[in-house]
């Protein structure tokens, strides 16, 4: 969304340093380098991630306020962001997130056949987390590999033209 | 721009300027196509794609259907709004956004006015291809005054843009995606900008529609009738709805020089008061102590020979601020006519040592439209988004523009751009202020010399000054109701006009209401008679009319526990009074007590007359609806209590009339505010040794009798009756958050909680005036003295 007048800079009332681990601060700050001064929200994705990586890979009202806090933005902004995009996770995850490619490309070549399988052999329906809490399944928007439909992420590693055989092998191989 | 160029819209020349959108051109042609998401005063976001036309350029024709709203114009671009290919594309997108959208206009408020309705009448099919489930969204909370069924939003993103762009709030935001996407708060919580009522117009479908007005009315049943906004001093153009002679709700009219397309939620809600259950509606007499209806004949004629009999020196008349033209210059001629020359409209100005050197005609010092354009603007002690709500947008669009943004104030306000505040105490104002015009190298003369000589500016003020002079000429200082309410407001006018002379920038007036300005024309003050001429014996300002006890008191629509800057004193001169007539819109328990004869007039929409606004525009309106019951219109009122006082010229048949013949007077009048004459001004009445000082903000919803009466504008936050310090103020008293004190001014005594607040400045106390439970209290700005009751328990307790 386009605003005349953007990007609207809005201070909150936090001591920046009091937000986040230092290791943490300073991942963001070198995103926040990137960008012109008065741009730092472009960094909104990569300190998204990089919050939620922290916090077991998933991403808190409170975190997503203090992301906004730490680049002067509106955080109904960070909010719009966190929602819209499929790597963020706003509710608790398993130790790992097996997200499925659910469009044209690996539909055609079947990804259909590998939810199916994922749900009927470890009982989770899409968006669930099984109940060792290994991984949570995940269906997710055009992963940009469709030459070698279906894909998978595993947490943060593609894995292409899977069969539910392969994909179980790689399943197998979760802590 | 440069140069003009010429495109071809259906087949006409249109006349355009480069960069141009095609849909601003159409709309200026009087072309119509259909649109969701494009609005005038918005960014443009190009995302319900409803104004797909076919164009080309040059001869060559663009692959396929370009949005109009987003599609710059150039040499030799030829559209087409109406060709088969456009109608294709417009139709395809109705389906579209038809899918999710349900089919409950029976039940909508929007239903009728809906633009969502209408473009599917022209552009909808009958029946939908679509059989699979729609979209259902959940709905938030956004407060007593918007009412949401986002199920069916479209999401044009309108209010998005707005909040962002004009609110300079993003509370509003699109979260989730594609089928998921909806606008929201995300976390639940009330819009609160005084601005936020807008998105209900902006809203395209009936995803946000108004909730007090919800299922009232169907916009068939309305008839529109034009009026003016009667609080702030912008006076916003109205379109007030009226059906079966009550006004249900009311809409801004356009007026680029005024009010844009926006009005404030005062404006826009305050019409709620109108209808409710403590308007007067029949005169009434108090005889031993028993409130007696009467017809108006005895009413009057009793109100004739009391003030006939009075002491036209002994005699006092206090009219309210937004009373219209008609109303204030009428009271002015009988008050004259009767000899007696104490007629004050300032009811929260406590100085009034300037009176002989004020101007006459004061006004903003720039059109209302020129703000936005001003490098620097010097505010000096005003709350202005609470004071000012749309004058406050357009020094946010000067700000946004590059403009510097200074304040002087008792308190830090919250302002959604770039500005660079002075937080100072009431007692160090002056000082601040003379610091300033030290830097500017200003002089002085007299006591002013002293103050500024005796000054030291600091860095701060030299940056004021700094950013004054850099303004080029292009820049305004502003006095707000803080410092008319200041017991040294003759000081601010002096040192404001220094240092705006010594900048080489405009002074000017925030009206306290919507005739401040038309007041000063009308002749109600003390030292100007109609016309805007001085008068050559003064009588007494409000101050001097509230201490003198007089024997008899006129007020015209206020409430003295309410309304003046000091309710304590107010009630009391009242009381003292033999003789009091209080002409008002509404019944109330402290005019009930201080009041012998009550007059019903019509409010706000129930009379014809004049505003001046804070550019000295004079805005005339009809009355919408009748007043309840035997209330008659205030002139008219006026127009018998004339005749019956055998005051000659009192023959008016209507408004026009009454407007004619005081425009007549002010023929020779232009709104300046160059002193009249060197003020004589003497020292600083609040010193350093003054102590702890009260502030005595006016909250936004309780300016007027009126505004204080919508039920709805009652529940939103901020009027509540409380006191705030700084937490360093109040770890020197002993006080902490949450203590229960009472608050001593001289006799006057009240109780309230504490609350710790940083933006108020050290030696401030932040207690609302107006405000239920502020009525016992004293002067709106002077010294306040605060003792310790209990502790926290004792608040929690009262929850």
Not at chain 2, 530 to 558: F, I, N, Q
Request: charged share 25%; aromatic share 6%; hydrophobic share 40%.
């Amino acid at each position: 969304m386009s605003f005349r007048n953007a990007p609207l800079a809005v201070e909150h009332d936090v001591d920046k340093s009091e937000l986040f681990k230092p290791e943490i601060r300073e991942a963001i700050d070198a995103h926040i380098a990137k960008y012109p001064p008065e741009w730092k929200q472009s960094a909104v994705m990569p300190a998204l991630s990089i919050v939620q990586d922290a916090n077991g890979g998933w991403l808190t009202t409170e975190l997503m306020d203090d992301v906004a806090a730490y680049l002067d933005m509106p955080a109904v902004s960070v909010y719009e962001v966190a929602t819209f995009y499929g790597m963020y996770d706003l509710e608790p995850q398993g130790r790992h997130k097996v997200c499925v490619c659910n469009s044209i490309s690996c539909m055609l070549n079947g990804s259909e056949e590998l939810i199916e399988h994922v749900e009927h052999k470890y009982g989770v329906k899409v968006g669930e987390t099984t109940a060792d809490g290994r991984f949570t399944l995940k269906e997710v928007e055009c992963l940009g590999a469709c030459r070698d439909a279906p894909a998978v992420l595993l947490d943060k590693v593609y894995h292409e033209k899977l069969t539910p055989e392969a994909l179980d092998k790689l399943i197998d191989g979760l802590e | 721009m440069t140069d003009k160029i010429n495109i071809e819209i259906d087949g006409r020349v249109c006349e355009a300027a480069p960069g141009e959108m095609i849909i601003a051109v159409a709309d200026r042609e009087g072309i119509s196509i259909p649109r969701f998401c494009y609005h005038k005063k918005l960014s443009i976001a190009a995302n319900c794609r409803m104004c797909l036309v076919e164009a080309e350029q040059g001869g060559r024709p663009f692959p396929k259907p370009v949005p109009a709203c987003a599609t710059p114009v150039g040499e030799g671009l030829k559209v087409w709004t109406r060709s088969p290919k456009a109608i294709e594309a417009q139709r395809a997108t109705m389906e579209f956004l038809l899918i999710n959208h349900p089919l409950d206009c029976p039940i909508c408020d929007q239903g009728g006015e809906c633009e969502l309705q209408d473009v599917a009448m022209g552009y909808g099919g009958d029946v939908s291809r679509f059989s699979e489930r729609k979209r259902v969204v959940l709905d938030e909370d956004l407060g007593p005054l918007i009412a949401t069924d986002m199920t069916r939003c479209i999401h044009c993103t309108r209010c998005v843009r707005f909040c962002a762009e004009i609110a300079g709030v993003r509370e509003l935001g699109a979260t989730g995606r594609g089928e998921d996407m909806r606008i929201g708060t995300y976390i639940a919580h009330a819009v609160t900008h005084e601005l936020a009522g807008n998105v209900i117009d902006l809203c395209p479908v009936g995803a946000l529609t108004s909730k007090p007005y919800r299922f009232t009315a169907r916009p068939w049943e309305l008839t529109g009738r034009d009026s003016i906004a009667p609080h702030d001093g912008l006076g916003s153009n109205l379109r007030l709805h009226v059906r079966r002679g009550q006004v249900m709700r009311v809409h801004p009219n356009d007026n680029e020089a005024v009010n844009e397309t926006w009005i404030s939620d005062r404006d826009r809600f305050s019409y709620a008061g109108l209808n409710g259950a403590d308007r007067l509606k029949a005169p009434m007499v108090k005889r031993d102590g028993e409130w007696h209806q009467v017809e108006w004949t005895e009413a009057l004629t009793y109100v004739a020979e009391r003030l006939k009999a009075a002491d036209s020196a002994d005699m006092g008349w206090l009219m309210a601020p937004n009373a219209t033209l008609e109303e204030l210059y009428l009271a002015a001629r009988i008050a004259r006519g009767l000899g007696c020359d104490n007629i004050d409209h300032r009811l929260r100005q406590q100085d009034f040592r300037a009176d002989a050197a004020d101007p006459l005609f004061p006004w903003l010092g720039r059109p209302v439209a020129e703000l936005p354009r001003q490098k620097a603007i010097l505010l000096i002690g005003s709350h202005i988004r609470q004071e000012q709500p749309l004058l406050a947008h357009r020094i946010r669009q000067a700000a946004l523009d590059g403009a510097e943004v200074l304040c002087v104030n008792p308190l830090e306000l919250e302002l959604n751009h770039r500005s660079t505040q002075i937080l100072s105490a009431p007692a160090r104002m002056v000082s601040d202020l003379a610091a300033i015009a030290k830097a500017l190298e200003a002089r002085g003369s007299g006591v002013m010399a002293d103050l500024i000589g005796a000054s030291e500016p600091t860095a701060e003020h030299e940056a004021f000054a700094q950013a004054l002079k850099q303004a080029d000429g292009q820049g305004v200082v502003l006095l707000g109701a803080l410092a008319e309410a200041h017991p040294d407001y003759s000081l601010f006018k002096a040192l404001a006009g220094v240092i705006a002379e010594a900048a080489g920038i405009h002074l000017g007036y925030l009206p306290a209401a919507a005739n401040s300005v038309g007041a000063h024309l009308a002749g109600a003050h003390p030292a100007i008679l109609p016309g805007a001429h001085p008068a050559e014996t003064p009588g007494l300002a409000v101050a001097a009319m509230l201490d003198k006890p007089l024997s008899t008191l006129v007020l015209w629509g206020l409430e003295p526990d309410r309304d003046l800057i000091d309710s304590t004193r107010a009630m009391s001169a009242c009381e003292q009074a033999k003789f009091v007539v209080a002409s008002s819109a509404f019944d109330s328990p402290s005019l009930r007590a201080s009041a012998d004869v009550l007059l019903p007039i019509g409010a706000f929409a129930e009379t014809s007359g004049t505003f001046v606004n804070a550019s000295g525009t004079w805005q005339s309106f009809q009355g919408a609806v009748a007043p309840p019951g035997e209330a008659r219109p205030g002139w008219k009122v006026l127009r018998v209590l004339g005749n019956l006082l055998d005051l000659s010229g009192f023959e008016y048949r209507d408004t026009a009339e009454v407007r004619e013949e005081l425009a007549a007077l002010c023929a020779e009048a232009a709104p300046d505010n160059t002193p009249r004459a060197t003020q004589a001004v003497v020292g600083p009445t609040l010193t350093a040794e003054s102590g702890l000082t009260r502030v005595g903000a006016v909250p936004c919803y309780s300016l007027d009798p009126l505004v204080r009466r919508a039920p709805a504008l009652a529940r939103m936050p901020g009027a509540e009756f409380a006191v705030r310090l700084h937490p360093d103020q109040a770890a020197e008293l002993g006080l902490a958050d949450g203590d229960c004190v009472r608050l001593i001014q001289g006799e006057a005594q009240a109780e309230t909680h504490l609350f710790l607040d940083a933006r108020v400045a050290v030696g401030a106390a932040l207690i609302p005036a107006a405000v239920p439970g502020s009525e016992g209290l004293g002067a709106m700005m002077g010294p306040v003295g605060l003792e310790r009751l209990s502790g926290r328990s004792a608040h929690g307790e009262r929850g």
